[in-house]
Nanobody
Framework: QVQLVESGGGLVQAGDSLRLSCAVS????????TGWFRQAPGKDREFIGA????????NYADSMKARVTISRDNAKNTVYLQMNSLKPEDTAVYYC?????????????????WGQGTQVTVSS
């Protein structure tokens, strides 16, 4: 069983930067991937980006890649989401998730475990 705990959310001002953390516990394999998603009020959950634990480069949604960076610390079993130049429309609950398989990283159904989410609110 894999468990995920997100942290780092909060209230920030437009233009600020924020780094979210996703601490992963449980048995992990190098082929697993950790993805970041977000869900704004009244909207569907959307893919932000993901990274596999085997040393590959992150994969980002086109709409997000200019302002986000995903990184991992294998020693800490933690994946980070760095977000820059935040806007009010970035207000959402941010989730991390783990995919065991080798499916497309941007497809939510490919993810097997989900965290509870962390709220990010960006004020104008």
């Amino acid at each position: 069983q894999v468990q995920l705990v997100e942290s780092g959310g909060g209230l920030v001002q437009a233009g600020d930067s924020l780094r979210l953390s996703c601490a992963v516990s449980g048995r992990m394999f190098s082929t697993y991937a950790t993805g970041w998603f977000r869900q704004a009020p009244g909207k569907d959950r959307e893919f932000i980006g993901a990274i596999r634990w085997n040393g590959g480069s992150p994969n980002y949604a086109d709409s997000m890649k200019a302002r986000v960076t995903i990184s991992r610390d294998n020693a800490k079993n933690t994946v980070y989401l760095q977000m820059n130049s935040l806007k009010p429309e970035d207000t959402a609950v941010y989730y991390c998730a783990v995919q065991k398989g080798l499916g497309l990283l941007g497809v939510q159904l490919n993810y097997d475990y989900w965290g509870q989410g962390t709220q990010v609110t960006v004020s104008s």
